[in-house]
């Protein structure tokens, strides 16, 4: 019994290793590939994914409105409810928007791009301000990987999102329950490294600040 108890867990074991390994081994390409940039071009690669990122998210909430969508877009993802997502549809139907709505998911993916991007260059350029192999340095680079890989959830919502407006009335209603997880895990991914992102580089700043007046004041 316990012979055969064992061989069944090894598949799963080695699943969760390779999974491990991959985390390990992107985080490892990040960390190395980002130290290569001279800091202030860095800088500006992340500044400049930000502000693409604003660009494409106003894009995006102009084309959600237009698509008269009857609920913030946070809330129709995370329903969890085959029966409450076909109303929404069934709204936008009887108000002709539903291409609009179809165009937004395109759109959506543009925006997916920046977010990615921006969650690569901007946590690694923060995790640089802070000293070389200490924990704020590696917690940040971490960051970096969370961010992007909100992105992929919310890229499979999407695809998700798809198989459920090719039949926006007739959809079986536990495909909102992948559709809400996938959303759900995209806030937390993305959510979390933005805020872990913005806490590390006030740390940096107050950092870098105290070793400015320690220098000034052994002068």
């Known amino acids: 019994v316990f012979r055969g108890m064992y061989f069944s867990s090894t598949p799963k074991i080695y699943k969760e290793k390779t999974m491990f390994n991959l985390i390990q081994s992107t985080y490892q390409t990040i960390r ?23 660009v494409a998210n106003i894009i ?59 969650g690569l260059l ?41 198989v459920m407006l090719a039949r926006p009335e007739t959809f079986a209603n536990w495909i909102a329950i992948p559709y809400s997880t996938f959303a759900v895990m995209k806030f937390a991914a993305i959510a979390s490294s933005q805020v872990g992102t913005a806490i590390s580089l006030l740390a940096a700043l107050i950092l870098k600040g105290w070793q400015w007046t320690q220098t000034k004041m052994a002068v």
């Open 32 to 54: 190395t590939q980002t130290e290569k940039l001279n800091l202030a071009v860095h800088f500006v690669l992340a500044v400049a994914a930000f502000g693409l990122m604003r």
């Open 60 to 118: 995006l909430d102009n084309s959600y409105a237009d698509s008269k969508f009857p609920v913030p877009y946070y809330v129709g993802q995370t329903a969890f409810s085959g029966e409450q997502i076909k109303e929404y549809y069934a709204f936008m139907i009887d108000a002709g928007t539903l291409d609009i709505y179809w165009q937004t998911q395109f759109i959506d993916y543009a925006f997916i791009g920046m977010v990615m991007i921006t």
């Open 122 to 162: 901007l946590p690694s350029f923060v995790a640089r301000l802070h000293q070389k192999g200490s924990w704020w340095y590696t917690i940040t680079f971490a960051f970096a990987v969370l961010m992007p890989l909100g992105g992929l959830f919310d890229a499979i919502e999407n695809l998700i999102s798809f």
